[in-house]
């Protein structure tokens, strides 16, 4: 391969299947572990395809931003009612793709 070597203790496999599939892969001797999830580019990917652990994970993240808002900004009396939509309309505004 070029001069690319492989890095079998950073590695793992992963195959893509319906149903439980095992799918030894060798590298150099060495069999790599095979797993169920693997999180890529920040998005979890599982074995079966599916994509509602991703989509729970980000829900999740998402709540917690709503609540970490609402303690920070809703529930203080020091803000003013105008600052307080200021701050909603902002987080509102840049993130849109977040709320449809």
């Known amino acids: 391969m070029a001069g690319m070597r492989i890095s079998t203790s950073k590695s793992e496999a992963m195959v893509l299947d319906r149903k439980r599939v095992a799918c030894p892969l060798r590298v150099g001797g060495e069999v790599l572990p095979q797993v169920e999830e693997f999180k890529y580019l920040g998005v979890l990917f599982t074995s079966e395809g599916k994509m509602e652990r991703e989509i729970d994970r980000r829900i999740g993240a998402a709540s917690a931003v709503m609540r970490s808002v609402y303690r920070t900004v809703v529930v203080k009396k020091e803000l003013s009612r105008k600052a307080k939509l200021s701050i ?13």
């Open 88 to 100: 909603y309309r902002s987080i509102y505004a840049s993130h849109p793709h977040l709320w449809s």
